[in-house]
T-cell receptor
Framework: DAKTTQPPSMDCAEGRAANLPCNHSTISGNEYVYWYRQIHSQGPQYIIHGLKNNETNEMASLIITEDRKSSTLSLPHATLRDTAVYYCIVRDYSNYQLIWGAGTKLIIKP | DGGITQSPKYLFRKEGQNVTLSCEQNLNHDAMYWYRQDPGQGLRLIYYSQIVNDFQKGDIAEGYSVSREKKESFPLTVTSAQKNPTAFYLC?????????????FGSGTRLTVV
């Protein structure tokens, strides 16, 4: 079973920040949080991952709470091309597998 | 550019036939994975391989088979024993199973049983 909980869908206006929440209350101390996105009928694309500290790259920022029970993916200036399903994933440390949930469908509106 | 190539993009199969989906990577990654995705659902792991000549069953391995004779290649065979094979199949790879690096995915093969 997936170790994360995400809202099934979200809307965001173009040009605004899109902030996608994720709960992972059972995460272990050595498990990473990963974010991927999947545009319709394509393979998922890696966005970012983190363990404890906040992370930023050219695509997004990842904010992890101090207790590590939740995180937020932030797309600072959303564009129409950011419309996709976003997956928050915790890696199973026993066999290194990524455990996927249903994700959040993010719709960017003009 | 390095990446993962899945072929074909669309595949039609008659009931009772086996079919093999191709997955090739030139990223020099040790680990490779096969996932199945049904409409509106997340990815479910079929098989994975952490090294050449070795592979393990995932959560939904029944009706599928794989081989890993070369580092670059991890073909998936959907057998006639798979009761509901119509789905989107995704292949992925990662540098090594124990690293924190993410996965790279192919563009997928959509299999339809007719």
């Amino acid at each position: 079973d997936a170790k994360t909980t995400q809202p099934p869908s979200m809307d965001c206006a173009e040009g605004r920040a899109a902030n996608l929440p994720c709960n992972h209350s059972t995460i272990s101390g050595n498990e990473y949080v990963y974010w991927y996105r999947q545009i319709h009928s394509q393979g998922p694309q890696y966005i970012i991952h983190g363990l404890k500290n906040n992370e930023t790259n050219e695509m997004a920022s990842l904010i992890i709470t101090e207790d590590r029970k939740s995180s937020t993916l932030s797309l600072p200036h959303a564009t129409l091309r950011d419309t996709a399903v976003y997956y928050c994933i915790v890696r199973d440390y026993s066999n290194y597998q990524l455990i996927w949930g249903a994700g959040t469908k993010l719709i960017i509106k003009p | 550019d390095g990446g993962i190539t899945q072929s074909p993009k669309y595949l039609f199969r008659k009931e009772g036939q086996n079919v093999t989906l191709s997955c090739e990577q030139n990223l020099n990654h040790d680990a490779m994975y096969w996932y199945r995705q049904d409409p509106g659902q997340g990815l479910r792991l079929i098989y994975y391989s952490q090294i050449v000549n070795d592979f393990q069953k995932g959560d939904i391995a029944e009706g599928y088979s794989v081989s890993r004779e070369k580092k670059e290649s991890f073909p998936l065979t959907v057998t006639s024993a798979q009761k509901n094979p119509t789905a989107f199949y995704l292949c992925a790879s990662s540098i090594a199973p124990g690293t924190a690096k993410g996965y790279t995915f192919g563009s997928g093969t959509r299999l339809t049983v007719v």
